[in-house]
């Protein structure tokens, strides 16, 4: 069979010295760590490897031995790494030799406990230390749950060589008996940076631990959670998205370390979306209150509002008129009609009302978009939503109008054919009715249904009207969630770091020689920017829609109240 | 050592097919398609720009020209890097796995590695694609429950689209390989 040996490129200009690493006999492959200069003791070796296989839990033995000459061969090195097979007995014991420059490394094993030994095919594959250990190998999407045994056989190296960290922390110019040569025998890396950023971290996330419980505390008091408050709350966007923030900021200053790596690089995730959010959030800040233009905005409102009512009022007297060329019911017209205008006319003497506080309002409102942009546009939302409240009013009274005089026709509609609605069993069941029972239910079943294209098209307005409003606020939302979720550490990572988040290997074949192991480099493929995106998306308090089309539909048709969006917290119905 | 010989994809344009042996269980098999044509390009980018100009005399706007300069810039930087796919190859490494390669005009390359305990065959299917019927070389994965199941099929030169022919030779090439699994004694 075929022997596979996974080489370090950082070993490869190393002194001769044994090799050290972990043999997987299922596979047939050695991954060799590490190489061991002279001179050293045989006893100390074998000590330390066991030191490090109890911290580190993965089976490093000697391997084999591997020689550098720059000269000619040596004829007693040889000898003496044969001899060194005898001491540490390993099967099978590997044999790499380099001479001077060369490219092409003569590689044999020696196995004494075969009978006949034959000749096998060795696969001498260079990897790069320090990329496989930092890197994270992603398993395919669609497997789910594999089971130890059948990890692949990739995931085993990656696995060996992240787990031996306690090895590369000595090296050869260390004082101690043993010298080794790794990845950081071309320098150790470490950034100062980095390490004053993690000591500074542990009091800064106490202090936020801190902060944050005062301030959840005071959000769970009695006082906030009186009736009208808390439906204001629970209505308002805006409050939801600092809730969410907030849980977010408790994730992020929670003292337990990460476990795993899904969790490290959620923490990660929320913290550069967090940063990124506050940041935009304060551009906008700078912006608006730059050259007053919020003082500007709180000046338009007012107009706008008018105007919008102005429209609306403009629409309600082309309804009580002739609209489209119908002919709609005079009386029923006129009442509807002048119901809704002083409706409107109610509604801007309000904003009216309001309008010497409005500047000042918005002034102080605006300054909360510095807790970030997804909350401005939280903001947004809420304003619109406030300011079209009266087309969400005349929403709800044309749609249970029209949903009364619906059921009001199906329960006439039976009685025309002598048939009525049993609630006990909830089916429909034949009944006799009295002569004036059924002279009544005509007359009302016939006026009902001509009064009822009024009806329709005053709530097809309003419908109308509302939806588009819905479609605005859902379209913000839909922002707001595309900022929350989308994980901007992993695609930074992504792309300044490809080999951190790896999809799997893929090999390139290197100069041959005839008679010489086959070469061959093994590269880190990286996951693809939509791999990223999907593994490690935040979770979001979703509002997608609620309803089927279907049901939708269904709902409009018969004049029952929508409510397009569903929050995670409310209940099912 | 390597060789070249000359095939034809399903379409008729000209293909070559490359196979280097590296080693005794080591094979790269490389299908080159037609390059980028001089003249498809030139007449392209000439009938774009005839019509931008044709609005432009219409229109007398002359954001028209710099967007379809724009237009024509972005779309040939896309079909490069996108779309036109130079290479195909196939390296079949006996005992590690295969690794399926497409280059592009631009460079860029895009690998996929099949660890050989997944593998479970290489074999050529038939389709019906409109009004043919196409042969195609495909990697059978093993399914992990059932051991004679497949879970999934991974079409192999799915851009040149080779004949037969040439289906046949690297399907020979990368049995010879496949072979020395089976023959080779399970290791404890």
């Known amino acids: 069979m075929v022997l596979k040996v996974f080489f370090p490129s950082c070993c490869s200009s190393a002194d001769s010295g044994i090799l050290i690493g972990r043999w997987i006999s299922e596979q047939n492959s050695a991954v060799i760590l590490a190489v061991v200069h002279f001179p050293f003791i045989p006893v100390q070796v074998k000590q330390y490897l066991g030191e490090v296989q109890r911290v580190t839990k993965v089976n490093v033995s000697v391997l084999g031995s591997w020689s550098n000459s720059k000269q000619e061969k040596e004829e007693s090195l040889s000898e003496f790494l044969e001899d060194l097979g005898t001491i540490f007995c390993h099967e099978p014991w590997i044999q790499i030799s380099k001479e001077g420059d060369s490219k092409f490394w003569s590689c044999s094993t020696l196995q004494k406990h075969l009978k006949d030994p034959q000749e096998e095919e060795i696969i001498l594959v260079y990897y790069d230390q320090r990329k496989v250990m930092l890197s994270h190998l992603h398993p395919p999407l669609d497997t789910s749950g594999q089971r130890a045994e059948d990890a692949s056989k990739l995931s085993a190296i990656f696995d060996t060589v992240a787990r031996s960290q306690v090895l590369f922390m000595t090296d050869r110019y260390d004082e101690g008996p043993i010298k080794l040569t790794h990845w950081q025998s071309d320098g150790v890396e470490a950034s100062i940076i980095v390490e004053l950023l993690k000591q500074a971290s542990v009091p800064a996330c106490m202090l936020l631990t801190f902060l944050l419980s005062l301030l959840s505390g005071i959000c769970r008091s009695r006082v906030l959670k009186l009736w009208p408050l808390s439906f204001l709350w629970s209505k308002l966007s805006t409050c939801e998205q600092l809730g969410h923030r907030l849980q977010h900021l408790q994730v992020i200053s929670s003292n337990k370390k990460a476990q795993n790596q899904n969790q490290l690089m959620r923490k990660a995730n929320i913290f550069v979306s967090l940063l990124i959010d506050v940041a935009l959030g304060i551009l906008l800040m700078s912006w608006l209150y730059r050259k007053n233009r919020i003082g500007h905005l709180a000046d338009t409102l007012i107009p706008v509002a008018d105007h919008v009512a102005e429209e609306l009022q403009d629409l309600l007297q082309w309804l009580m008129g002739a609209p489209a060329g119908l002919k709609m019911n005079r009386a029923l017209d006129q009442v509807l009609g002048r119901f809704f205008l002083y409706h409107i006319h109610l509604w801007i003497s309000y904003i009216h009302l309001l309008s010497p506080f409005i500047e000042m309002i918005l002034w102080y409102v605006g300054l909360s978009a510095c807790l970030g942009l997804t909350v401005a546009l939280c903001i947004l939302s809420d304003i619109i939503a406030l300011l079209t409240f009266h087309i969400y009013c005349f929403y709800v009274y044309g749609a249970r109008l029209y949903c009364l005089k619906i059921y009001g026709l199906s329960s006439l509609w039976r009685l025309f054919r002598g048939k009525k609605w049993n609630v006990l069993r909830q089916r429909v069941d034949s009944c006799s009715y009295d002569l004036d029972q059924l002279f009544i239910g005509t007359l009302l079943f016939t006026i009902l249904l001509f009064l009822l294209p009024t009806t329709a098209l005053y709530y097809l307005v309003f419908t109308l009207l509302r939806l588009l409003v819905v479609i605005v606020q859902g379209l913000i939302h839909l922002l707001v969630d595309l900022i929350d979720s989308l994980p901007l550490y992993s695609l930074i990572l992504r792309l300044c770091r490809s080999y951190r988040l790896a999809a799997g290997v893929k090999f390139r074949v290197l100069e041959q020689q005839d008679g010489k192991p086959l070469r061959l480099l093994m590269q880190i493929n990286p996951l693809s920017y939509g791999g990223v995106i999907q593994t490690y998306r935040l979770p979001t308090y979703s509002c997608y829609p609620r309803d089927s089309w279907a049901s939708l539909c269904k709902k409009l048709f018969l004049g029952e109240l929508i409510y397009p969006w569903k929050h995670k917290g409310d209940k099912q119905n | ?188």
């Open chain 2, 1 to 188: 050592m390597a060789e070249e010989r000359r095939f034809r994809s399903a379409s008729g344009a000209p293909i070559a097919l490359r196979r280097r042996q590296h080693s005794a269980s080591c094979r790269e098999l490389a299908v080159r398609g037609p390059r980028l044509q001089l003249r498809s390009l030139s007449a392209a980018t000439s009938a774009v720009w005839l019509a931008a100009y044709g609005l432009f005399a219409l229109s007398e706007n002359s954001m028209v020209l710099s967007a379809a300069i724009f237009i024509t810039l972005i779309g040939l930087i896309i079909y490069l890097h996108f779309v036109k796919i130079d290479q195909e190859s196939l390296l079949v490494i006996g005992s590690l796995g295969i690794q399926v390669t497409s280059s592009y005009a631009s460079g860029k390359e895009s690998t996929t590695f099949i660890e050989m305990g997944q593998v479970k065959d290489v074999v050529i299917n038939e389709a019906i694609h409109m009004q043919k019927v196409i042969y195609y070389l495909c990697i059978l994965l093993q399914d992990p429950e059932d051991p004679q199941g497949v879970s999934e099929v991974v079409p192999l030169f799915q851009s040149s689209q080779p004949r037969l022919d040439c289906l046949i030779e690297v399907y020979k090439n990368c049995q010879e390989i496949l072979e020395q699994r089976k023959t080779a004694p399970q290791s404890s």
